[in-house]
């Protein structure tokens, strides 16, 4: 499976911003979908999981800010940012798992994983 995120660049806090992950070759819906973001120096950080069974889960920082979705007609993943802060500025990651892995923050569940889109967010 390939995936293809889209949508990063630059934004002004407070603003929001849409990310994007095509997946092609399988059918999005047996997927668990992933977002992770990477700092400058800093480890990569789960951002938020949607399972193919639907439920959506949120990094504490994220929750109320953030909101992941899917549209399976179209094999994409979204990310909806909103009212984002400075210190959200990374290098975004979509991902795929297989099967259900209950530890869903550990980079180590993914299987497949997209090439990063920038995001940066200014004061």
């Known amino acids: 499976v390939q995936l293809q995120a889209s949508g990063g660049g630059l934004v002004q806090a407070g603003g929001s911003l849409r990310l994007s992950c095509a997946a092609s070759?399988?059918?999005?819906?047996?997927?668990?979908m992933g977002w992770f973001r990477q700092a400058p120096g800093k480890e990569r950080e789960f951002v938020a999981l949607s399972r193919s069974d639907g439920g959506t889960y949120y990094a504490d920082s994220m929750k109320g800010r953030f909101t992941i979705s899917r549209d399976n007609a179209v094999n994409t993943v979204y990310l909806q940012m909103n009212t984002p802060l400075p210190e959200d500025t990374a290098v975004y990651y979509c991902?795929?798992?297989?099967?259900?892995?209950?530890?869903?923050?550990?980079?180590?569940?993914?299987?497949?994983w997209g090439q990063g889109t920038q995001v940066t967010v200014s004061s």
């Open positions: 070759e399988r059918t999005l819906s047996t997927l668990d």
């Open positions: 991902a795929g798992a297989l099967y259900y892995r209950r530890s869903y923050h550990s980079t180590g569940s993914y299987d497949f």
